[in-house]
């Protein structure tokens, strides 16, 4: 069984700067890709930024330039680096991890971008 916890969510003003991370433990073989997805209020869930096991990332234009996704494979960590915040970042911020034919999701974490 394969579990995702991220952390580092909370509240920051505009122009502000948040890191996530989202630390996978159990037994994980053959990861193909990880990523981060978030979910605005009423909105589906849209993909943030993806990292292949070779370290091909890929963002969508929203926030190219924004966000930076990174891994630690000793720690089984993934991470998302997000600067220069707008409120319409606000959204549940899910992790994302594709082993085989399996995807796995952790529980989300709240991200609110408020003056």
């Known amino acids: 069984q394969v579990q995702l916890v991220e952390s580092g969510g909370g509240l920051v003003q505009p122009g502000g700067s948040l890191r996530l991370s989202c630390a996978a433990s159990g037994s994980i073989f053959n990861i193909y890709l990880m990523g981060w997805f978030r979910q605005p209020p009423g909105k589906e869930r849209e993909l943030v930024a993806a990292i292949t096991s070779g370290g091909v990332t890929n963002y969508p234009d929203s926030v190219k330039g924004r966000f930076t996704i990174s891994k630690d494979n000793a720690k089984n960590t993934l991470y998302l680096q997000m600067n220069s915040l707008k409120p319409e970042d606000t959204a549940v911020y899910y992790c994302?991890?594709?082993?085989?034919?399996?995807?796995?999701w952790g529980q989300g974490t709240q991200v609110t971008v408020s003056s």
């Open positions: 994302q991890l594709v082993a085989g034919p399996r995807i796995y």
